[in-house]
DNA sequence: CGGCTGATTGAAGGTTTTCAACTTTTGTGG
DNA sequence: CCACAAAAGTTGAAAACCTTCAATCAGCCG
């Protein structure tokens, strides 16, 4: 560690420069010199348990989070007690941007994994985006992103069927580990049949049916949450060519 | 007009400054200082003829918009024809944030009437956001609002049934028509029921159905487009005491 | 090893969709 | 300005899809 970096707890002083997430994460697409100016940014950073929340809904809103390692849900609670997933996040994903707006969080983000995070100081970011370019650009784009990306899960949930939501969250889910190294045929499922169901906008037991029926017909081999893709385009099929839904 | 403010198209330069949907709009919360340097940004306004596109998915993004006057609906088209309403915006809401991931647009914004919207330059926007933190601090939290109303629609589709979705969306536009001046009990839609419905993630019928259940109800009057309020606290109830859907 | 959580599967029930007929409103052109 | 066609909305009955309830099975952790 260079001595110029001022020394946090333990060491723990995060490296964006040295950080093999890069392409995958906030510093995406910056240049050599905004990159060193981004390790000024992005503090210590703090390890999740399994079950246990980065952050609640009402919480007081300060920092935003990139996962450096694990993954996580993100969900709304309704007073009665419905939950509903909006997300799973994995690592180089940002969590917290909910809390911007009211400078309080929105939701609750919640480990599905002993996970890690980057700890960024949002004051700090705002006040570096505004000197460097890069980062500024690059920051938008998060968040644009996450706007497209809720306006595909509105498709999934307004407009298709049980299967063809499952086959999109699938696919999503391969596609995902693909573009961090891992097999885009076999994965393991960080979270319950209700998790997905919840995101999904289905019963577990519903999900649990639609697995078997795609086991039966050869698209996937499920056991338990590891997942086997055998026929990618049969899943893609399914999305694109059912009668309708609702 | 003043000298010193490059004169565009007949004379169509906007001045956010002097104009009543600050509280609504982007420059909410900005300083008088700021507030003339806004003005340096927003270019000419736009007119939007009725059912006609004010962008495209797949149109490159070039700018986002402020909406002047009129209404508009953002869509998701599936390859096979479904379409997802993925919001409804009204007077002082920015369009066009879904642009800035991948620099193409990548929903379609129709207006629902005739309308107008003012133009931001989106380079524009970044460079003078770089300059002027309310601004920076603004169009953030307008990103950050987008992706919480985002989590909300999912919490609707996803966890809640017919009726319950549609006076969610009741209460939500006298909401909005409340905070711009107009009644919170009485009001007019602008989209159909058809539009209505694929908001929601529902067939028109079953929209149609349950404003006529809610008629009968006696929680509002229901003629066509035009809608009467009359037991809000009923309809608030119904959201949260309904056994399930899904 | 036992108890727990999570997952699977079957049968019955309910909500929403589909199909269809009909009414009302809107828009256009004579 | 009326007439008429097209679009939008309503309503009923049947069907489809998903949920609910229930029982069983599998895997995991202490």
Avoid: W
């Avoid at 980065?54 to 300060?62: H, K, N, S």
């Avoid at 690059?138 to 307004?158: A, C, P, T």
């Avoid at 693909?178 to 045929?185: I, V």
């Avoid at 999900?207 to 338990?224: K, L, P, Y």
């Amino acid at each position: 560690m260079k001595a110029t970096v001022p020394v946090t707890v333990a060491g723990l002083k995060t490296a964006c420069s040295q950080c093999n997430l890069v392409e995958l994460c906030l510093p995406f697409g910056m240049s050599e010199n905004e990159l060193d100016r981004l390790d000024e940014l992005v503090g210590a950073r703090r390890k999740i348990k399994r079950q246990q929340n980065l952050y609640r809904a009402g919480d007081p809103f300060e920092a935003i989070y990139a996962i450096r390692a694990g993954s996580f849900k993100t969900d709304v609670l309704l007073e009665d007690g419905r939950e509903q997933v909006t997300g799973f996040q994995m690592t180089g994903e940002i969590l917290g941007l909910d809390g911007i707006s009211t400078e309080l969080h929105s939701c609750n983000a919640i480990a599905l994994e002993d996970s890690e995070v980057c700890v960024i100081a949002y004051a700090k970011l705002e006040e570096l985006s505004r000197e460097v370019e890069g980062l500024q650009h690059q920051f938008h784009k998060v968040m644009s992103r996450e706007i497209v990306r809720d306006h595909g899960v509105m498709m999934l949930l307004g407009s298709m069927r049980a299967e063809e939501r499952l086959a999109a969250f699938l696919l999503n889910m391969s596609q995902r580990f693909t573009a961090r190294g891992f097999s885009a045929a076999e994965f393991h499922l960080r979270m319950t049949r209700e998790e997905i169901g919840s995101y999904l906008g289905l019963k577990l037991e519903t999900v649990s049916r639609a697995f078997s029926r795609f086991q039966d017909e050869g698209f996937v081999a499920v056991q338990q949450k590891h997942i086997r893709i055998l026929d990618n385009a049969g899943l893609k099929r399914l999305i694109q060519h059912q009668p309708c839904g609702r």
